[in-house]
T-cell receptor
Framework: DVKVTQSSRYLVKRTGEKVFLECVQD?????MFWYRQDPGLGLRLIYF???????EKGDIPEGYSVSREKKERFSLILESASTNQTSMYLC??????????????????FGAGTRLSVL | AQSVTQLGSHVSVSEGALVLLRCNYS??????LFWYVQYPNQGLQLLLK??????LVKGINGFEAEFKKSETSFHLTKPSAHMSDAAEYFC?????FGTGTRLTVIP
């Protein structure tokens, strides 16, 4: 079974703090993703990585950065947390689709999510 | 560019009734389409995927979806709802997700 593990289920932080959300997958997947999930808005892609040290901006990258130093780990960083970043954050991984190019999207396997509250 | 629209943010059905959750997509290339389910306090898990091999796709838990290119639709159905089907369902085109449909099953 693929396992995607997010380091925290719940986090409470103060405005202006630097926040790290960690995600680890155990299936040697090339692709990893960070989404935020908000009621009525569904999932919105923040960043995507298709290889170690590679990253692509998603639809809402502002206020976030990412790090992928090892294949199994993808970190989301909020440099200076703000109240509008209160949300559920979901990490996902997927294997590369053979013969479809590095940016092709395959089935994604999700972690359980981190509910972040910024006060 | 790709996009996905789910019609109806909330759907209620009686136990044993047909489940129909609607999804329309827009894609300039042959789409990879997915349905995911999210149970309370959990991440998303794959129900089924369309990758052009067959237009009727069967998934887990008795769900299926039919790809209709002429209608740009990929609606999710299940003949008979079960209480355990209560969850939120997301349609996706590659990594672009719809806004979700919350399914309530009434006993």
């Amino acid at each position: 079974d693929v396992k995607v593990t997010q380091s925290s289920r719940y986090l409470v932080k103060r405005t202006g703090e630097k926040v790290f959300l960690e995600c680890v997958q155990d299936m040697d997947h090339e692709n990893m993703f960070w989404y935020r999930q908000d009621p009525g808005l569904g999932l919105r892609l923040i960043y995507f990585s298709y290889d170690v040290k590679m990253k692509e901006k998603g639809d809402i990258p502002e206020g976030y950065s990412v790090s992928r130093e090892k294949k199994e780990r993808f970190s989301l960083i909020l440099e200076s947390a703000s109240t509008n970043q209160t949300s559920m954050y979901l990490c996902a991984s997927s294997p590369r689709l053979k013969g479809r190019g590095v940016l092709a999207k395959n089935i994604q396997y999700f972690g359980a999510g981190t509910r972040l509250s910024v006060l | 560019a790709q996009s996905v629209t789910q019609l109806g943010s909330h759907v209620s059905v009686s136990e044993g009734a047909l489940v129909l959750l609607r999804c329309n997509y827009s894609s300039s290339v042959p789409p990879y389409l997915f349905w995911y389910v999210q149970y309370p306090n959990q991440g998303l898990q794959l129900l089924l995927k369309y990758t052009s091999a067959a237009t009727l796709v069967k998934g887990i838990n008795g769900f299926e979806a039919e790809f209709k290119k002429s209608e740009t639709s990929f609606h999710l159905t299940k003949p008979s709802a079960h209480m355990s089907d209560a969850a939120e369902y997301f349609c996706a085109v590659s990594d672009i997700f719809g806004t979700g449909t919350r399914l309530t099953v009434i006993p």
